[in-house]
């Protein structure tokens, strides 16, 4: 498989376009059992771009609510719960299709009118799994989540891990905002496996009381999500894989959540 973003390191820095536009309003839209898309939007004209438009209608619904009007629409990957409302929307607004899925994505930017995305390969899910950076908000799409990752489709686990310790080198501040709400779910696989962190503790007991945690803090996901600690001793100690190389842990993790 030819891959060359998987290597650990830092994301490219790249020179920003001009004109920095001041960071978009972001509209959260759940459908389906617990995806989760998103509407990005200026101050000015409704001008807006869409995120993972797995179902037209939820979208729709929102796009007229607030009066905005569609011009890029965009995936994390072409996955049916993620695309599948596109075509739709395309025709009814008259925005451009979806982008065909590049095969080997490279870091790059995008430019549409005042939004600036900064497109980041992020192999895993599948191979060519792209998240996107506008201003500190991320779109992990089925990367990354509140408190977990996404399962392996296309790869193995050490690709996903090299993606996703890339997506660690992003600022503490970075808001995360995942393809899915699986919050719940994943905290309490982050309980089971290390029961006395108050923090992963703290975390469940919102999720129980109905807080899907999104967008959530990078910062934060780095101390509580266990698939982004595999590279702490102390934690593989208290999850019970001290002899384990990073990688080979969350390997490990990977297979216990997906038997879980
Ligand atoms: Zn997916």
């Given at each position: 498989m030819k891959n060359t973003t998987t290597e650990p390191g830092r994301y490219e820095s790249m020179p920003r376009l001009p004109n920095p536009p001041t960071a978009p309003t972001i509209l959260i839209v759940r459908y389906g059992a617990d995806n989760l898309g998103y509407i990005l939007h200026g101050p000015a004209d409704g001008a807006c771009v869409v995120i993972d438009p797995g179902d037209a209608n939820a979208f729709l619904k929102v796009l007229s609510a607030h009066r905005l009007h569609p011009g890029l629409l965009l995936a994390t990957h072409g996955h049916a719960d993620h695309v599948a409302?596109?075509?739709?929307?395309?025709?009814?607004?008259?925005?451009?299709?979806?982008?065909?899925?590049?095969?080997?994505?490279?870091?790059?930017?995008?430019?549409?009118?005042?939004?600036?995305?900064?497109?980041?390969?992020?192999?895993?899910?599948?191979?060519?799994?792209?998240?996107?950076?506008?201003?500190?908000?991320?779109?992990?799409?089925?990367?990354?989540?509140?408190?977990?990752?996404?399962?392996?489709?296309?790869?193995d686990a050490a690709?996903?891990?090299?993606?996703?310790?890339?997506?660690?080198?992003?600022?503490?501040?970075?808001?995360?905002?995942?393809?899915?709400?699986?919050?719940?779910?994943?905290?309490?696989?982050?309980?089971?496996?290390?029961?006395?962190?108050?923090?992963?503790?703290?975390?469940?007991?919102?999720?129980?009381?109905?807080?899907?945690?999104?967008?959530?803090?990078?910062?934060?996901?780095?101390?509580?999500?266990?698939?982004?600690r595999c590279a702490d001793p102390v934690f593989r100690r208290q999850a019970g894989m001290p002899h384990l190389s990073a990688e080979a842990c969350f390997a490990e993790l990977r297979r216990r959540k997906d038997d879980w």
């Amino acid at each position: 498989m030819k891959n060359t973003t998987t290597e650990p390191g830092r994301y490219e820095s790249m020179p920003r376009l001009p004109n920095p536009p001041t960071a978009p309003t972001i509209l959260i839209v759940r459908y389906g059992a617990d995806n989760l898309g998103y509407i990005l939007h200026g101050p000015a004209d409704g001008a807006c771009v869409v995120i993972d438009p797995g179902d037209a209608n939820a979208f729709l619904k929102v796009l007229s609510a607030h009066r905005l009007h569609p011009g890029l629409l965009l995936a994390t990957h072409g996955h049916a719960d993620h695309v599948a409302g596109a075509d739709d929307i395309a025709g009814r607004t008259g925005c451009p299709p979806i982008p065909p899925t590049v095969d080997d994505p490279t870091e790059h930017e995008i430019a549409w009118r005042e939004f600036r995305l900064r497109v980041l390969p992020v192999p895993g899910h599948t191979r060519t799994h792209v998240a996107y950076l506008v201003d500190k908000a991320l779109f992990t799409g089925d990367t990354l989540f509140v408190a977990g990752c996404g399962r392996l489709f296309e790869c193995d686990a050490a690709t996903l891990w090299h993606s996703l310790l890339r997506l660690c080198d992003l600022p503490d501040e970075t808001l995360v905002y995942p393809g899915h709400d699986y919050t719940l779910d994943n905290l309490t696989f982050a309980a089971e496996l290390t029961p006395d962190d108050a923090a992963v503790a703290t975390r469940l007991a919102l999720a129980r009381e109905g807080d899907a945690l999104v967008p959530s803090i990078l910062g934060e996901e780095r101390h509580t999500n266990p698939f982004l600690r595999c590279a702490d001793p102390v934690f593989r100690r208290q999850a019970g894989m001290p002899h384990l190389s990073a990688e080979a842990c969350f390997a490990e993790l990977r297979r216990r959540k997906d038997d879980w």
